[in-house]
């Protein structure tokens, strides 16, 4: 790669053999450059600009992503360049797999919906049943109560009273029978009755007496046993079926939550069936990608152009992936990385001037428009350990035309020299760490000691140890012994950053340039 040295060495040869020339064969009128090959010192405005190489970007960028969750297969990819229009077919990913989940989750759905429904259903059928059951049971409950009450109301006094009655009876009974025995001994003796007669009452007395005691008895069997045992049955038949009622409605809770339980997770199934189909079929709608707008088709993004070589058929991209980007050619900047020494030469607003490679007989016009705050370390694996800064000039127009990813030079005017004093730059040697100049006088050439200041391409500022209208020589001349080691000027002795050597550009890049003077 050609350095700054050789360049300007090339050039200071050229335009030495060139004035030879001229001044040999008697042409030019020596006004610009006088015969001998010397040249006025001039003053006026010295353009100064910093050179550097980048890479083309879009600005306003569309960019199509995938938006099908996962990874999935590219089945077709418009070719690279084709221009498209709003709604065009761009890309179609492979949808077998996807919809072979469609087809079985819709037929899943019919399934689970036929067991909802019957799950329902049994809800349905268990609640009319609980109702039934409840009612019953509390029917039961209402039954015993109103037994117990007619024992206690009705049975039992009723009880009672037949049982004194019959008490009351028998001793009536037994008080007539044992008067009529009384006469019967003195009845008998006189013949009134007959012996089986006086047996007959004899026995009547006895059975009145015995059903006496029987009536008595009944009685106090009933208050010991009869009545308590008939108050604790209708009392446990009122608690039995109290617990009936309770019993009931429990089992009548159990079994219907169990049945929504199970509505519930049917109806969870179907509703995650449902959400994966809709997302399925969202899916299978975003495989075919249309292009939202129009424009040129780029593969990736340009903005990381290596990621340009993983789109093609066949390859997976993943969810939100760049694969296409349609570039807006109105709205296209160029990325350059300036070198740290130089980044303080540069602000946002600065006019550049940038050339493409593609596009190599435009020149378009721009300004710098972002330069980072931060350094970007070099590339330590291969040695470089120069920090650079990022930069983006943008490009003026609306018919660019250009391919995002492709190589660039950028031109940035950093300053304007004003009223300075200014030579080319092979007037100026340099040896033992001074610069010289050789004026051209009448009595021959003499060595003089210059101070230095800033360059372009083909001119230096001379801040001391000239003046304006004198004459340098653009050679070294034969008369001047070479006394020290010769070496080419470089603009840094002068104590302000001047164009570095082009091996520490930011890119590998020229550096700072300039286009010429412009005389005041």
């Known amino acids: 790669k050609m350095t700054n040295r050789t360049k300007m060495a090339f050039g200071a040869g050229g335009l030495l053999l060139l004035m030879i020339l001229i001044w040999t064969f008697g042409g030019g009128d020596g006004t610009d450059t006088p015969s001998g090959g010397s040249t006025p010192v001039r003053r006026g405005t010295l353009k100064v600009t910093l050179t550097e190489r980048g890479t083309l970007k879009t600005r306003n960028a569309v960019h199509i992503r995938s938006a099908v969750k996962g990874r999935t297969a590219i089945e077709w990819l418009i070719e690279e360049g084709t221009r498209v229009e709003t709604g065009d077919v761009v890309v179609e990913l492979e949808k077998e797999e996807t919809q072979r989940r469609i087809d079985d989750l819709e037929d899943n759905l019919i399934g689970f919906e036929i067991e909802l429904n019957s799950s329902r259903t049994e809800v349905a059928i268990q609640t009319e049943q609980n109702k039934t059951d409840s009612e019953k049971a509390q029917l039961a409950l209402e039954v015993a109560q109103v037994e117990r009450e007619k024992l206690m109301a009705g049975d039992i ?8 009655l019959s008490i009351e009876k028998a001793e009536s009974e037994l008080s007539r029978a044992e008067g009529l025995w009384e006469d019967m001994p003195q009845m008998l003796e006189k013949g009134f009755v007959t012996q089986d007669e006086f047996e007959q009452e004899r026995i009547n007395l006895k059975e009145k007496r015995e059903g006496l005691v029987t009536a008595k008895q009944e009685r106090e069997l009933y208050k010991v046993f009869e009545k ?5 049955q209708k009392h446990a038949a009122v608690t039995e079926a109290q617990r009936g009622v309770e019993r009931v409605a429990k089992q009548a809770e159990t079994k219907m939550g169990s049945l929504l339980v199970k509505v519930s997770q049917d109806e969870r199934r179907l509703q995650e069936s449902q959400e994966e189909l ?3 079929l969202y899916d ?14 780029f593969y990736g993004n340009p903005d990381r152009s290596w990621e340009a070589e993983d789109i093609k058929v066949g390859e997976n991209v993943y969810f939100n992936r760049v694969i296409l980007t349609l570039p807006d050619p109105a709205e296209m900047a160029v990325s350059i990385n300036v070198h740290e ?7 946002e607003g600065m006019s550049a001037v940038t050339r493409s490679d593609v596009q190599k007989d435009r020149v378009f016009h721009g300004e710098v428009i972002k330069i980072d705050s931060v350094a970007n ?3 330590r694996r291969w040695g470089d350990q120069i920090r650079r800064f990022k930069v983006e000039v943008s490009l003026q127009g609306n018919d660019l035309e250009l391919k995002p990813g492709t190589s660039a030079e950028v031109e940035i005017h950093t300053a304007d020299l004003e009223d300075i004093l200014y030579v080319p730059l092979q007037a100026v040697h340099a040896a033992a760490g001074k610069y010289y100049c050789f004026l051209d006088g009448a009595s021959g050439s003499a060595r003089t000691e210059v101070t230095v200041g800033r360059s372009n391409d083909s001119f230096l ?3 001391d140890g000239l003046e304006e209208g004198q004459h340098v020589l653009l050679y070294k001349p034969d008369s001047v012994t070479n006394s020290v080691v010769e070496e080419s000027p470089s603009p840094q002795s ?6 570095r050597p082009r091996g520490e550009s930011g890119n590998g890049n020229r550096g700072s340039r300039g286009r010429g003077p412009t005389s005041p």
């Open 494 to 499: 002068s104590g302000e950053r001047g164009s």
């Open 461 to 463: 500022e001379i801040i």
């Open 278 to 280: 809709e997302r399925e």
């Open 228 to 232: 308590p045992l008939s108050l604790k």
């Open 341 to 347: 020494a130089d980044i303080d030469k540069i602000a």
């Open 157 to 164: 006094p009723k009880e009672e009273r037949r049982l004194d």
């Open 377 to 379: 370390a070099g590339n």
């Open 284 to 297: 299978i709608e975003r495989m075919t990608i249309v292009a939202p707008s129009g424009g040129v088709v």
